[in-house]
């Protein structure tokens, strides 16, 4: 009987296989006695074994690098440069906010699931086959023109400073407004924590109807909050920059919203969600040991 030999397997049925974890050794830069990991005060030798269970790109300036998160941590990331030997089956990546990737030419929507113009004429569709993006929310939306709900996620807003895409033009001119749509079912997920959806179909179905004050009440008393939040320490403080921006942008979408007879429910719905998680990050701000964000590669 001959010799079997080992077979190294890469995807089946088309997938990719993960490994959950991989034991790697360091080395440092050349001439460098220390290792520098990213999210971490332990100090690392030539030689030394870790344990890792992700992997990520990062940016380095404007080089993006790759990077493989320690075990049992959530922000303690190694360049692929310090890594003797790089682990042969892929990790599993990891990112900070959830991403996505567009399966093909896609569009880009309105809280009421209508088209929105495209920002990006030399592209036939708003949105490229390919491109990965961070979404925020998931939640169904009511399409009238079609008596039912469907699953959209939400783009991550702009005012983040630490969001970065590998192919930005689309994101980035197509939702400036901050109040940008993609069906989930022109997507798939990449990275990052799981979303559910924020609704039902029943609501989305409800929701689609114009707000009266009542509906209003929750955003009201959210936005009577400005002058307590903007006296706080941790709204002025400066190395709070990018939580204070976003709370600014939401808070502006928020009154427009309040202001305008023609807002439906789930516009008021919508501004509360954004608005109140922006007001929590600012009255309880990550420490700055949490990476800003990283992207999927």
Excluded: C, H
């Excluded at 030999?5 to 006695?33: D, F, H, N, R």
């Amino acid at each position: 009987m001959g010799t079997l030999k080992q077979l190294t397997v890469g995807k089946i049925a088309g997938q990719p296989l993960y490994t959950s974890e991989a034991t790697v050794t360091l080395i440092p830069y050349p001439g460098v006695k220390d290792i520098p990991v990213e999210g971490s005060n332990k100090e690392y030798k030539k030689g030394d074994k870790v344990t890792v269970d992700g992997i990520t790109g990062m940016y380095n300036g404007n080089r993006g690098d790759i990077n493989y998160r320690i075990k049992g941590t959530k922000t303690a990331f190694i360049d692929e440069n310090n890594i003797k030997v790089k682990p042969r089956q892929k990790l599993k990546g990891y990112t900070k906010r959830t991403y996505i990737t567009v399966l093909n030419n896609t569009d880009n929507y309105n809280i009421q699931g209508e088209k929105k113009s495209n920002k990006t004429p030399k592209d036939s569709t708003a949105f490229i086959k390919g491109i990965n993006m961070p979404v925020s929310e998931l939640l169904y939306i009511w399409i009238p023109s079609k008596g039912k709900a469907e699953l959209f996620y939400r783009l991550q807003d702009l005012w983040s400073e630490g969001i970065r895409s590998q192919q930005s033009t689309n994101f980035y001119e197509n939702n400036r407004d901050n109040l940008s749509y993609i069906k989930a079912t022109d997507v798939k997920y990449v990275s990052g924590p799981m979303l559910k959806p924020e609704n039902t179909t029943e609501e989305a179905k409800k929701d689609i109807t114009i707000a009266s004050k009542t509906d209003k009440q929750a955003l009201q008393q959210l936005i009577n909050q400005e002058a307590t939040i903007k006296n706080s320490n941790n709204y002025k403080n400066t190395d709070n920059l990018e939580a204070k921006n976003a709370y600014d942008g939401a808070l502006k979408i928020a009154k427009a919203v309040n202001s305008s007879s023609k807002s439906s429910i789930i516009q008021v719905k919508q501004a509360v969600w954004l608005l109140n998680k922006n007001q929590k990050n600012i009255e309880n701000p990550e420490p700055t040991t949490v990476l800003n964000d990283s992207f999927p590669i």
